[in-house]
């Protein structure tokens, strides 16, 4: 889950140039390993594991477990070393028959997140809490606390960190680079998927796959990956947390006006939220007043950018009323952006005359620029709002709870994996990304396979609204999908009320028959 972005920022790096929403803005812990060089080579690499056992209470309900933190080792079809991938698995202890028993395997985004977003703020046993009411994390100490909202009384547990985040790596002759594009890193959590399912003889359990942000892109890919060949790894569910397939829904340029289409309902949610919206409008209540904005988008919006020019004056200026009202913005200041407003330019401009900025991964944040006068924001307040506690909590788990001995910097986010992603995934140079085809393509050829989708509606990194257009296209069956929406941002899971919500409809997810 998670955009570069903090503090301080890496030269050069500036939130209009990030390549695509991710996961999460985050200080950075370290370092990505070089590109040009993976570890050197030994005559056999040993993967450093730790095993712990644990019990807890969730939902009532006495669990006891086993962690299992460590790496590894992917090799080549000589044995040679290729990558160590880290990855912690929590396996319950009294399961009877393993058969019935479903494994989910989780990943963040980034592209270059490690896990711990979705590890320490929603699945996992030990929970971060952060301020709910969107306020800044401060200082530690942060409080960790047992989780009661884990899911691991419904599934085992495998978080998984990509080469070039967490502890992962590229081994022997192999660089970061090998790993870091769409298809190459399907290909290596694919492997990796392969390895676990051998390692703890699961291959005939119900499999699940979560992702968050570009961890959704990823879980697409990777169902190609993985059910795409004779050697069928066929997946149950997949849960697609703040999700982002197509990527021209989110690439703001001359020609295409799918982001302008797809964020306005974001934008109309933020409005209400900061009370930018007229008496009339906040007395509908959010969810009517996001669902006006939804059928003006896909109509008279898209109509009226579609004629661009063409456009009749008076239809000009009734777009550009009703652009006003869903926005919060000025009919003179939809006038000088042509009626197209991107996402970076609202975060600045919606709030510009207190002189605050809104959050990109959660627009209920505000934060202060070092003046209000510019075109976009200097850092993302929803982003430096919530880092440190989730990167300090990682840290005092790994090695107080977990057991885990490796000193290496744990790549919290990498700037590196992420500026040097390959996005071909065709073997031709695509403009836009798109995966959603290959879930279309895997409902097609599994008959089981089911989508969960989570979307906040105050996500400016991976709108709602567009998530719905891809899903109406793809040839995806919607009859197999369960879509909800929350009232937070990317990351809805820091909202109180939300993460219970969120919880419940998964819960829900893993028993579509309502048996438990």
Same mark, same amino acid.
């Not at 790096?13 to 080579?41: I, R």
């Not at 300090?392 to 290496?408: C, M, N, P, T």
């Not at 089981?448 to 709602?464: C, E, M, Q």
């Given at each position: 889950?998670?955009?570069? !972005?903090?503090?301080?920022?890496?030269?050069?790096?500036?939130?209009?140039?990030?390549?695509?929403?991710?996961?999460?803005?985050?200080?950075?812990?370290?370092?990505?390993?070089?590109?040009?060089?993976? +570890?050197?080579?030994?005559?056999?690499?040993?993967?450093?594991?730790?095993?712990?056992?644990?019990?807890?209470?969730?939902?009532?309900?006495?669990?006891?477990?086993?962690?299992?933190?460590?790496?590894?080792?992917?090799?080549?079809? &000589? #044995?040679?070393?290729?990558?160590?991938?880290?990855?912690?698995?929590?396996?319950?202890?009294?399961?009877?028959?393993?058969?019935?028993?479903?494994?989910?395997?989780?990943?963040?985004?980034?592209? #270059?997140?490690?896990?711990?977003?979705?590890?320490?703020?929603?699945?996992?046993? &030990?929970?971060?809490?952060?301020?709910?009411?969107?306020? $800044?994390?401060?200082?530690?100490?942060?409080?960790?606390?047992? !989780?009661?909202?884990?899911? /691991?009384?419904?599934?085992?547990?495998?978080?998984?960190?990509?080469?070039?985040?967490?502890?992962?790596?590229?081994?022997? +002759?192999?660089?970061?680079?090998?790993?870091?594009?769409?298809?190459?890193?399907?290909?290596?959590?694919?492997?990796?998927?392969?390895?676990?399912?051998?390692?703890? &003889?699961?291959?005939?359990?119900?499999?699940?796959?979560?992702?968050?942000?570009?961890?959704?892109?990823?879980?697409?890919?990777?169902?190609?990956?993985?059910?795409?060949?004779?050697?069928?790894?066929?997946?149950?569910?997949?849960?697609?947390?703040?999700?982002?397939? =197509?990527?021209?829904?989110?690439?703001?340029?001359?020609?295409?006006?799918?982001?302008?289409?797809?964020?306005?309902?974001?934008?109309?949610?933020?409005?209400?939220?900061? !009370?930018?919206?007229?008496?009339?409008?906040?007395? /509908?209540?959010?969810?009517?007043?996001?669902?006006?904005?939804?059928?003006?988008?896909?109509?008279?919006?898209?109509?009226?950018?579609?004629?661009?020019?063409? /456009?009749? @004056?008076?239809?000009?200026?009734?777009?550009?009323?009703?652009?006003?009202?869903?926005?919060?913005?000025?009919?003179?200041?939809? =006038?000088?952006?042509?009626?197209?407003?991107?996402?970076?330019?609202?975060?600045?401009?919606?709030?510009?005359? @207190? =002189?605050?900025?809104?959050?990109?991964?959660?627009?209920?944040?505000?934060?202060? $620029?070092?003046?209000?006068?510019?075109?976009?924001?200097? %850092?993302?307040?929803?982003?430096?709002?919530?880092?440190?506690?989730?990167?300090?909590?990682?840290? @005092?788990?790994?090695?107080?709870?977990?057991?885990?001995?490796?000193?290496?910097?744990? %790549?919290?986010?990498?700037? =590196?994996? !992420?500026?040097?992603?390959?996005?071909?995934?065709?073997?031709? @140079?695509?403009?836009?990304?798109?995966?959603?085809?290959?879930?279309?393509?895997?409902?097609?050829?599994?008959?089981?396979?089911?989508?969960?989708?989570?979307?906040?509606?105050?996500?400016?990194?991976?709108?709602?609204?567009?998530?719905?257009?891809?899903?109406?296209?793809?040839?995806?069956?919607?009859?197999?999908?369960?879509?909800?929406?929350?009232?937070?941002?990317?990351?809805?899971?820091?909202?109180?009320?939300?993460?219970?919500?969120?919880?419940?409809?998964?819960?829900?997810?893993?028993?579509?028959?309502?048996?438990?």
């Amino acid at each position: 889950m998670r955009v570069l !972005n903090k503090k301080s920022t890496p030269a050069g790096l500036t939130w209009a140039s990030m390549l695509l929403p991710l996961l999460f803005t985050v200080s950075m812990v370290g370092h990505a390993e070089p590109a040009q060089k993976g +570890e050197a080579k030994v005559d056999k690499l040993v993967p450093e594991v730790v095993t712990t056992k644990h019990k807890m209470t969730i939902q009532n309900q006495k669990i006891s477990y086993q962690a299992i933190s460590g790496e590894t080792i992917l090799e080549d079809d &000589k #044995g040679e070393p290729q990558a160590s991938i880290f990855s912690i698995t929590y396996l319950r202890d009294d399961v009877q028959d393993s058969s019935k028993r479903p494994v989910t395997f989780i990943f963040n985004g980034g592209p #270059g997140s490690a896990s711990l977003w979705l590890h320490m703020g929603l699945f996992g046993p &030990k929970r971060v809490i952060v301020p709910g009411d969107a306020k $800044d994390d401060g200082a530690a100490p942060y409080r960790i606390e047992a !989780n009661d909202y884990s899911l /691991l009384d419904e599934s085992d547990l495998v978080f998984i960190d990509p080469v070039g985040t967490g502890f992962s790596r590229a081994l022997g +002759e192999k660089k970061g680079t090998d790993f870091w594009g769409v298809k190459e890193d399907a290909q290596s959590i694919a492997e990796f998927i392969r390895r676990w399912l051998i390692e703890h &003889k699961r291959w005939n359990s119900p499999k699940y796959l979560a992702g968050e942000s570009y961890g959704t892109t990823r879980a697409a890919a990777l169902v190609d990956e993985l059910q795409g060949g004779w050697t069928d790894i066929s997946v149950n569910g997949v849960m697609l947390i703040s999700s982002i397939l =197509d990527f021209s829904h989110a690439r703001y340029q001359p020609g295409n006006n799918q982001p302008y289409i797809g964020f306005l309902p974001t934008m109309a949610a933020t409005a209400f939220y900061h !009370n930018k919206v007229s008496d009339a409008d906040k007395a /509908l209540g959010l969810e009517a007043f996001v669902e006006q904005a939804r059928q003006f988008a896909i109509k008279d919006y898209a109509l009226a950018l579609l004629q661009g020019s063409r /456009l009749a @004056q008076s239809d000009y200026q009734a777009v550009r009323k009703q652009l006003a009202r869903f926005t919060g913005l000025s009919e003179s200041y939809l =006038d000088r952006v042509n009626l197209r407003v991107s996402a970076s330019r609202y975060t600045k401009e919606l709030l510009r005359d @207190q =002189d605050l900025t809104i959050g990109r991964l959660d627009s209920r944040y505000t934060g202060k $620029d070092y003046d209000s006068g510019g075109d976009s924001t200097d %850092n993302d307040p929803s982003g430096y709002g919530i880092d440190g506690a989730y990167t300090a909590a990682i840290h @005092q788990y790994l090695y107080e709870d977990l057991g885990v001995k490796l000193s290496r910097p744990f %790549n919290v986010l990498s700037t =590196d994996v !992420n500026r040097g992603w390959n996005w071909n995934i065709s073997g031709k @140079q695509m403009h836009y990304v798109n995966v959603a085809p290959y879930l279309g393509q895997a409902q097609r050829e599994n008959k089981d396979l089911r989508i969960f989708v989570g979307n906040g509606y105050f996500d400016f990194a991976t709108p709602f609204f567009a998530t719905e257009n891809t899903f109406a296209d793809n040839g995806i069956d919607n009859s197999r999908v369960t879509m909800h929406y929350y009232k937070a941002g990317h990351m809805m899971y820091v909202e109180p009320a939300s993460l219970a919500q969120l919880v419940q409809d998964i819960r829900a997810f893993y028993h579509p028959n309502g048996v438990k």
